[in-house]
């Protein structure tokens, strides 16, 4: 093999692992993703006093 071929195989074999754990990590992050529920402040009960 000769060194441009070895270095292109080294690039590509680098691209592919950092592909592969950029996939996994956000495979990861969608599934434990908690959509943010946006909370009303809750209606104050009127008191009537006799």
């Known amino acids: 093999m000769s060194?441009?071929?070895t270095i292109a195989m080294?690039?590509?074999g680098w691209l592919a692992v950092a592909g592969a754990?950029?996939?996994g990590v956000l495979r990861?992050?969608?599934r434990h993703h908690h959509p943010h529920v946006k909370t009303t402040k809750p209606h104050?009960?009127?008191v009537h006093h006799a």
């Open 28 to 30: 990861i992050t969608r």
């Open 3 to 5: 060194l441009a071929t």
């Open 21 to 23: 754990m950029l996939w």
């Open 44 to 46: 104050k009960v009127a």
């Open 10 to 12: 080294l690039i590509c």
